[in-house]
């Protein structure tokens, strides 16, 4: 065998070994093993598709190893284990020996002879007996837990809040590779411009039937496209664009983004306004902030402001009853996300959906009373939860008398999902992300109606 697959496999191992505990997330650690082990070409797709893999089949693959194991074993054996298992079952171009060799040989270098044998054994026989089958497991939550690698109380939350049917399936999405999409910049070009300029470049691009402004790529990454470095292009979920979509956005506004890095959202919100108006966009840390900036300069955008703020306190800085449009896409739990963030599913627990909340709530709270009267306040999440999204927002109806449900107003592929003035987009949808999107209008729609 090569060194070069040699280096996949132990640079797989590696990221694996940090995610577990808890040092770094995947994809960024990914995009720093990639650079610092000088992993080039296929080698890229092999060692996104093992650590991504592995890391989504976490719990399956356990399951499939735990007949084979009868004594206890160090954390990186069993990762390894892991990752070899992953190619055995789920790649078909990769022979059994093939994988076999190169766990051991990792074990030889890494542990003594006694791990590397117990590896080779292992491995071989799973080879010889298969792997048990996921029909023994009788009771239905934990079934669809451990076949599509999720934890039972999640399995279980949203079997409580969606029916078994719909969580099977958004589970079983959540196992594939999402197709990447971007945004066209349309103060600067139009969509069938940029597709034709990335065809040109090697692109394999189609419109999307989601957003209007929206693309998808079916081959090549277009962070690295010559379209993305000249502005022309921002690489975005699909439903994270119906965001801006659903702010009703005229020109001349003034917009708040209340939590905006790295960006996403504030840079749509400042296209839509077509170079008019301002949006100003906040976030908690300077580092987040600069984030803003530099994909605001990129994509030649002169109406965004940024300031560092918590939002919690935003009434002390800005004069209440001013802006036209504000935006609340608050830190949530991420379960909208886990196909690009499968470490989420195993980091995240009850607790932190319950404290979220309470962030949530005070962040609305505030941002509410810099709402002009007939201005719109639109709250947003990536994640997928009844309690955390409608529980939020239905508390904040509650308290906050002087506003209404705003019927949402979103491209038409959406309104089968849409409910009035909300809308929760399961990843099984279209294809996008798991999203929550809500909108409210201050005042009373027939007293004070400054919206068209
Ligand atoms: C869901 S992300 C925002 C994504 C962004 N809107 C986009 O589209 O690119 C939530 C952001 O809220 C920020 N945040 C969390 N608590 C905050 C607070 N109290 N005040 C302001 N920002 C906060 C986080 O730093 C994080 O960047």
Redesign the pocket.
């Known amino acids: 065998m090569g060194n070069k697959k040699h280096n996949v496999r132990e640079s797989a191992l590696e990221i694996l070994e940090a995610v577990e505990k808890n040092q770094a997330y995947s994809n960024l650690l990914l995009n720093h093993v990639i650079e610092r082990n000088h992993i080039t070409g296929p080698d890229i797709g092999l060692l996104t598709e093992i650590t991504y893999g592995t890391l989504q089949r976490k719990f399956t693959l356990d399951y499939y190893l735990q007949p084979f194991i009868n004594n206890k074993i160090e954390k990186w054996v069993q990762i390894l284990l892991r990752l070899s298992l992953y190619q055995m079952v789920y790649l078909d171009k990769i022979p059994d020996r093939a994988i076999i060799y190169e766990a051991v040989e990792i074990a030889k270098k890494r542990g003594h002879r006694g791990i590397s044998g117990m590896v080779n054994g292992v491995l071989r026989a799973v080879q010889r007996n298969g792997v048990p089958s996921l029909s023994e497991i009788k009771d239905p939550i934990e079934r669809i837990a451990i076949e599509t690698s999720h934890p039972e109380w999640m399995v279980r939350r949203w079997s409580e809040q969606f029916g078994i049917e719909k969580t099977k399936e958004m589970c079983e999405e959540n196992l594939n590779a999402p197709i990447q999409t971007a945004r066209v910049n349309t103060t600067v070009t139009t969509r069938e411009e940029v597709i034709d300029k990335l065809e040109k470049e090697g692109f394999e691009i189609m419109p999307s039937p989601i957003t209007p402004e929206g693309i998808r790529s079916l081959k090549g990454n277009l962070a690295h496209s010559k379209a993305f470095s000249e502005g022309l292009i921002t690489v975005?979920d699909e439903s994270?664009m119906l965001?801006a979509n659903a702010m009703n956005i005229k020109n001349d506004q003034f917009i708040l983004?209340?939590?905006?890095?790295?960006?996403?959202?504030?840079t749509?919100i400042a296209e839509k306004l077509n170079g008019t108006g301002k949006v100003i966009a906040?976030?908690?840390?300077q580092h987040?902030i600069k984030l803003i900036d530099d994909n605001a300069k990129r994509l030649g955008l002169n109406n965004v402001e940024t300031e560092v703020?918590?939002?919690?306190k935003v009434t002390e800085h800005f004069q209440k009853n001013s802006f036209d449009r504000v935006?609340v896409?608050?830190?949530?739990s991420g379960l909208g996300v886990l196909r690009k963030k499968p470490d989420i599913k195993y980091s995240k627990s009850l607790e932190d959906i319950t404290s979220l909340q309470s962030?949530q709530q005070?962040?609305l709270q505030q941002a509410a009373q810099l709402v002009k009267p007939g201005g719109l306040l639109i709250y947003s999440?990536?994640t997928v939860d009844k309690i955390e999204n409608e529980g939020t927002v239905n508390q904040f109806l509650l308290t906050s008398t002087e506003f209404e449900a705003y019927p949402l107003q979103l491209p038409e592929a959406i309104t089968p999902f849409v409910e009035e003035n909300k809308v929760q987009i399961f990843p099984q949808d279209f294809g996008g992300d798991g999203f929550f999107i809500a909108c409210f209008k201050k005042g009373n729609v027939k007293q004070i109606d400054i919206i068209q």
Not at 309 to 312: F, Q, T, Y
Not at 329 to 332: N, R
């Open positions: 975005q994270s965001v983004d209340c939590c905006a890095a790295p960006g996403g959202k504030t749509h906040l976030d908690l840390h987040k703020l918590d939002s919690r935006l896409d608050a830190p949530c962030i005070a962040i999440t990536c």
